[in-house]
């Protein structure tokens, strides 16, 4: 059994992936900041820890951590203000990370998105521009961390159900949509596969299972 914490329980990919966890046999812990969504997460069988990371600090982070085996980073500020895109998209990831360090957490699962990256080639003056930046530098933290770590950048996401198949690099004829119940899959399985370490997937649905579409 591994411990697995997800970061930002609440979401909608974050609900559906603790459920597959905890089916999996995993015990899993999921943080969230909103009291009122308790029920919703423990409804998951995840333990519902209410913790705002946007607020916390390193070593309030990592008492959190203390004893898991994995973290996963699925919190977002959700397009709000750029002020909180970059406090939690930005800041709050950064210090997930070290905390996962500081805490003896060697593998960490970071959730992207397709097309991440320094050169990411959005305008300043796109509403889009904060996050875009937010997440090139929180993933290069994660990436220049001694961490285990796995990055999975999924396209524009949908609430269609999970095909269980995906395209890496996303779809040749440029339709980038991914069901969030695949991008819990992906996690799923990169947790489970050690050959992803060090790797950064970017996909969409597509027509690969998933197991042979993270391991080539």
């Known amino acids: 059994m591994s411990h697995v914490t997800i970061i930002g329980g609440h979401g909608k990919v974050a609900l559906i992936l603790a459920q597959l966890l905890q089916t999996g046999g995993n015990d899993v812990t999921s943080i969230f900041r909103n009291p009122d969504h308790t029920d919703d997460v423990e409804s998951t069988g995840a333990t519902a820890v209410v913790a705002d990371v946007e607020k916390l600090s390193v070593d309030e982070i990592a008492e959190l951590l203390r004893g898991q085996d994995a973290v996963v980073w699925s919190a977002g500020a959700g397009g709000g203000s750029p002020e909180r895109t970059w406090a939690v998209d930005r800041e709050a990831a950064i210090r ?19 097309g991440a990256g320094q050169d990411h080639g959005v305008p300043e003056d796109d509403p889009f521009h904060t996050y875009a930046q937010a997440k090139a530098d929180a993933d290069d933290h994660l990436r220049a961390s001694g961490l285990d770590w796995t990055i999975v950048g999924p396209g524009a996401l949908t609430l269609d159900e ?19 119940a695949n991008v819990a899959l992906v996690v799923s399985a990169v947790l489970d596969d050690p050959s992803t370490i060090g790797k950064t997937i970017e996909f969409s649905d597509g027509a690969t299972l998933i197991s042979e579409a993270i391991s080539a």
């Open 162 to 180: 999970a095909t269980g198949k995906i395209d890496v690099g996303g779809r040749s004829d440029g339709d980038r949509s991914t069901s969030r």
């Open 96 to 114: 997930a990370i070290d905390a996962a360090e500081k805490a003896g957490v060697k593998r960490f699962v970071m959730v992207s998105y397709l």
